[in-house]
């Protein structure tokens, strides 16, 4: 006597025959198509439904719908009955996606961890709305169930008090990412990746192969591309950057900090290198080609021009306001510079001064005329000895005629100190 399913594995259901209501065999599963649920509640939302199959009958593949089905479980074999078979046009299948041939055996993003996992069955559960796919199955068991020894792998391992390592992820907690068989993209609102900090999704991306990599990297978008590129390896960004279009890479590079934009366009082919700087937004192409002037070994090369200046008579209310409507990065955050109508550096301010003085005070009554500051031309030896001795977190470039070029940070001082560049 059959008992009616209601938690069944999709490993088990690939190869069943499938009867209809007459109980005639009508072939046997090859895939199972699922599209997002279409009935509005919050709790079927984000599980797929199964709503067609790929079945092979008579040496042929059949993309089939129906209007109900049945999975009945007799013994450790399944037995599937629908009804209402219909054939359908395989166009009608590009509306979802094919658990078989595009999730299982795939790599997806475990948002909890953080990491690459590889989907060894998909657990499916059927209710009176229908059938759907609720979670992955990523752990030892569902690799042992799917070569149809779990069963006496579990008793074995019960005689020593042991158990086989199971882990379930469940759908709301995954991001199918292998796109290499199939055109589902990842979407700028539904993305799940983008709700990981830029290291986690820079590390995942760089554990996919080659043609996954820029493919997952294009679905970002140009904000979450900039932070997610700064974080990966050269030899990595070097990749994304010669495969994106010029057009994509160029509005990514524009979204980074200027002197990251250089390293990167520093290390291209030149006709690349050419390509970007032209596509780039005016201001930002002049700014990136003067930072390139400069060697591996002067301050310049190592500076970045994305700083805050202000002139002595700004109020703190003012500068205040300016961040907040500006909302820059925290290493802009660093220290502010005071400039006369010259641009010519006069003074500094810190964010802490700001914060604890009348916002009606002058940027004059709190400014620092004694101050630390480097030429662009200086040899980038120096600068951790003087951060260091001087207890700063970023150090003002200078010209040599005292124009404000721009600032070096420490973040970039710490890089080069484990050997990413080249200070002392």
Known sequence: MGSLLTTFYLSRLLGCKIYDARENVLGSIVDV???????????????????????????????VQFTSL???????RYKVQCQLLQDVSPEVFADGMLLQENILDKQIVDI??????????????????????????????????????????????????????SKYILWDDIEAIDFSNFNIKLSKTQSKLHTLHPSDVADIIEELGKASKTTVFSSLDEEKAADVLEEMEEDEQIHIIENLPVEKAADVLEKMPVNEAA???????????????????????????????????????????????????????????????????????YNFFIVDVNDKLIATVS?????????????????????????????????AEIVSKYN????????EDGTLAGMVVVDDIIEDLIGKRRTK
């Open 33 to 63: 198509w699922v599209h997002a649920s279409q009935t509005g509640t919050e709790e079927d939302a984000s599980r797929p439904k199964i709503a067609g199959l790929i079945i092979k009958s008579g040496g042929k593949k059949r993309h």
């Open 70 to 76: 049945q999975i009945v479980k007799f013994g450790t």
């Open 112 to 165: 909890t961890g953080r990491k690459l996992v590889r989907v060894n069955d998909i657990r499916m559960v059927a209710i009176s709305s229908g059938a759907y796919a609720v979670a992955v199955d990523v752990g030892v068991e569902g690799l042992l169930r799917r070569i149809g020894i779990v069963k006496p792998i579990r008793f074995t391992v019960s005689l020593f008090k042991g158990r086989v390592p």
């Open 263 to 333: 390293d990167i366009i520093d290390r291209l082919e030149d006709d690349k290198a050419e390509q970007l700087l032209k596509e780039m937004e005016q201001e930002t192409s002049e700014e990136v080609r003067e930072l390139l002037e400069y060697s591996n070994t002067q301050v310049g090369g190592l500076m970045t021009t994305d700083f805050l200046s202000f002139y002595e008579n700004n109020t703190v209310e003012e500068v205040l306001l300016h961040i907040r409507q500006g909302k820059p990065d925290m290493e802009m955050l």
């Open 351 to 383: 964010l802490r001064d700001l914060l604890i003085t009348d916002p009606h005070t002058s940027l004059k009554s709190i400014m620092k005329k004694k101050h630390i500051s480097v030429y662009d031309e200086d040899p980038l030896d120096s600068l």
């Open 392 to 399: 700063l977190l970023a150090v003002p470039v200078i010209y």
